[in-house]
């Protein structure tokens, strides 16, 4: 039993001509006639009566009939489904940002694929690096950009870009205007911190790292999810905060914050294109990964 025997079939039950069913198929009677004898032989049963009135379903042709439409109309529903996965046409897409990203960069992509490839409903996901690679790792989302390295055996990853992670300041704190603070002085300066797993957090460790500091030798006064919390709280003049340069930009022009210089330390970190390794990306997210690296380009 195929496809092309259920087709002539429904062709010949319906109109019940075989010479109209041959001519639907663009093939001759006698081989229409074949297939519908290969296709009783299949079921064991007879279809189609010849009669006076032309071919007419018998009671299991009948049955046979409901059942051949609805194979073929699943398979052109089919084919068509896989149409639109190949144009990524009325597709949805998820993809994960850690937070900088996820907020920064990944509405400027979504803006853009919206011009070139409208029928591609993206749902994306805000977490800390961690998470993100998580749910990657359970294919809850395609591909995933982050602020963070990964060692993980399971991901390809491919860098896109660079961030500044700044020192910053509420207008008016004692800092603004000096050349340079001291990394002795930051040690007893209230500190808002980002949560264990961010890619900022773990920028900052690193660089503290390379002078002998660890995070836990920071005063921290209060811990935060999200590069938005820690710049209100920053604002609030909680204290100092370590932030992505992209989240404070307009902060910065407006002197609502200011970029403290901490002396002889320089903390900067690459977003990564993480993907599944070994596996195949659809048309919708290999349009979405182009589209992110020609913005970062």
């Not at 496809?3 to 319906?14: D, G, N, P, R, S």
């Not at 690679?133 to 491919?158: P, Y």
């Not at 660890?214 to 209060?222: E, I, N, P, T």
């Amino acid at each position: 039993m195929n496809i092309k025997q259920l087709e002539i079939f429904v062709t010949i039950a319906t109109t019940g001509s075989f010479s109209k069913g041959a001519e639907a198929a663009c093939i001759t009677q006698s081989t229409a006639s074949q297939h519908i004898a290969a296709l009783e032989d299949s079921c064991g049963v007879r279809l189609l009566d010849r009669t006076g009135r032309g071919a007419m379903p018998t009671e299991a042709g009948k049955i046979m009939l409901v059942h051949a439409r609805q194979v073929i109309k699943s398979l052109k529903e089919t084919e068509q489904a896989m149409l639109r996965f190949r144009q990524a046409d009325g597709v949805e897409l998820s993809v994960g940002g850690s937070t900088i990203p996820g907020t920064y960069l990944l509405p400027k992509v979504i803006a853009a694929l919206r011009m070139s490839d409208p029928g591609i409903r993206v749902n994306v996901e805000i977490g800390d690096s961690s998470e993100i690679l998580a749910r990657l790792g359970d294919e809850n989302i395609e591909i995933g950009i982050v602020g963070t390295a990964t060692d993980d055996k399971r991901f390809t990853s491919e860098t896109l870009g660079h961030d500044e992670i700044l020192l910053v300041a509420w207008q008016g704190h004692r800092w603004c205007g000096r050349d340079a603070v001291q990394l002795e002085e930051l040690l007893k300066e209230p500190v808002i911190m980002r949560e264990k797993g961010s890619g900022t957090s773990d920028a900052v460790a690193g660089a503290l790292r390379q002078h002998g500091v660890s995070l836990d030798d920071l005063v921290a006064c209060v811990t935060l999810p999200g590069s938005e919390a820690v710049k209100q709280a920053a604002l609030e003049q909680c204290g100092v905060a370590f932030i992505s340069e992209m989240a404070v930009r307009g902060e910065l022009k407006r002197g609502e914050l200011v970029a403290i210089n901490l002396a002889g330390v320089s903390i900067t970190r690459s977003f990564s294109l993480v993907q599944r390794k070994g596996r195949t990306l659809s048309p919708a997210a290999a349009s979405f990964a182009a589209m992110l690296r020609q913005l970062q380009s």
